[in-house]
């Protein structure tokens, strides 16, 4: 069978995954980043983002090859809600969940109400069937384009999933929901047979994903550092270790020997999700990491020679003036090499979300208006905070950077588009909220 696997704007792991089962299971799959006529073939869009359901060109891109007599199916991480994803887009069926094998079986046999792990609309109804079990942590090499190395992720072609699920509980985050808190490590010369592959087809730099980096190997919530060391040694052995990098890892995830593999088999750089600079805040966000053990996992980092970057939320409802002074008085103190910000989002099937549609309005950051210093720039409390971190956090890196014009408004025009994204998100979860 003829099939177009659409991942919109960036080849996502997921996205080549997919392609790399059904291909092996003997279908000619073309794997695209931009929204085309898919001519006769089936048309499966892996969509990682709540902003694609609201998106005129897929929404266009879906009714127009329906209509054509085509078939689409929708799978990705918005598939964890699923009826939001029959209501705004209206395909023949939703992968729901890990679609290694419910897609196969679905693009062979059809929609029908025995295929577990999928969703579709039956005379407008929505139906759900009971979910797949997990798919096999073990699996044939993703279907890798040849222009991957014209792709840069935060620097990297690509990321590799070296395992599924994460130990943590935060309340923003769909790793836990969509891939469960027991975490399953791929066995290790299955993703460097893996690495290979990407390094051969033009890959400049791979990136660890998974959640938590560190967490590759760990059983029962217990850290197998030797796992993680192992996996980093074996990768920069293929890539060379400026060309390895190993984000997201949480502070109280570290070790000595973990840091010092780091150093010597990536590039040395170390990302934590450190989310505010508020105890009252992270316990709000069940982030399970409190302010003290952040600043003790950076000077760790910095004893490692290591670079640390943290990534930051604003506007979380119930985020006070003080909670947020807190998380720049700590930005200040850390003096990162790097900081990334970003509002907080309602990612559907998240305690967020949850959260989001419960919180009033004239409650909620992301649609209270700004009253303080960037009034006239009529931005709402969240993005205002957002806004304001950015230019914060540029005085207190270790080398200065100044807010040039350009600058300034990068950051103002960013504040404003995420803002936008989630109100719009926002409204899209109310409209499907259970009453
Ligand atoms: S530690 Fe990271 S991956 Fe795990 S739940 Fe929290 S944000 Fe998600």
């Known amino acids: 069978m003829e099939i177009t696997i659409l991942s919109p704007g960036i080849y996502t792991y997921g996205a080549m995954l997919i392609g790399g089962v059904l291909r092996d299971a003997g279908h000619r799959v073309t794997l695209t980043r931009t929204p085309a006529a898919p001519g006769d073939s089936v048309l499966l869009m892996s969509l990682f983002s709540t902003q694609h359901l609201l998106d005129p060109a897929i929404r266009d891109l879906i009714r127009a090859h329906r209509e054509r007599g ?20 209206a395909p023949d069926a939703v992968v729901v969940g890990e679609g290694e094998e419910t897609v196969v079986r679905l693009v062979e046999e059809g929609v029908s109400p025995g295929l577990l792990g999928i969703a579709y609309l039956d005379a407008g109804r929505p139906v759900v069937t009971p979910p797949a079990p ?14 991957i190395g014209s792709q840069s992720i935060r620097g990297a072609s690509a990321y590799i999933e070296t395992h599924r699920g994460c130990i943590g509980g935060c309340t923003f985050c769909q790793v836990p929901r969509f891939f469960g808190r027991a975490v399953r490590s791929r066995p290790l010369e299955n993703i460097i047979e893996e690495v290979k ?31 993680f060391i192992a996996l980093l040694r074996s990768m920069a052995e293929v890539m060379g270790p400026r060309n390895v990098s190993s984000p997201d890892i949480r502070v109280d ?14 590039i040395g750089w170390v990302f934590f999700g450190i989310e505010s600079g508020s105890d009252r805040v992270l316990r709000m966000m069940g982030k399970g990491a409190t302010v003290r053990q952040v600043e003790e996992a950076v000077e760790r980092c910095r004893e490692h020679d290591l670079r640390v970057a943290g ?5 979380y409802p119930g985020e006070t003036e003080r909670d ?57 409390e969240s993005e205002a905070r957002y806004f304001d971190l950015m ?33 719009a998100a926002t ?6 909220a259970q009453p």
């Open 70 to 89: 085509g078939t689409v199916y929708v799978g990705g991480p918005v598939s964890a809600a699923p009826e939001m994803v029959l209501g705004e887009l």
């Open 134 to 147: 997990p798919a096999p942590i073990d699996r044939p090499l993703p279907l890798i384009p040849d222009d």
């Open 197 to 227: 592959a990407f390094a051969a087809h033009g890959a400049t730099r791979l990136s660890v994903s998974g959640g938590t980096g560190s967490l590759y190997g760990s059983t029962n919530g217990e850290m197998n550092p030797d796992a």
């Open 253 to 266: 995830c570290i070790t000595d020997e973990v840091l010092d593999a780091i150093r010597r088999y990536t």
């Open 311 to 315: 990534s930051f939320i604003v506007g």
């Open 324 to 380: 947020y002074e807190a998380t720049k008085d700590l930005i200040a103190a850390l003096s990162l090499d790097d900081v990334f910000v970003s509002s907080a989002e309602p990612i559907p099937g998240t305690p967020l979300a949850d959260l989001a549609a419960r919180t009033p309005r004239d409650k909620n950051p992301a649609f209270i208006p700004h009253t303080g210093e960037y009034r006239p720039l009529g931005l709402t």
């Open 391 to 423: 230019m914060h956090a540029d005085l207190f890196r270790p080398q200065l950077r100044l807010v040039t014009d350009e600058i300034y408004n990068t950051y103002l025009a960013e504040a404003r588009k995420q803002g936008q994204d989630i109100r």
């Open 427 to 432: 409204e899209l979860i109310l409209r499907y």
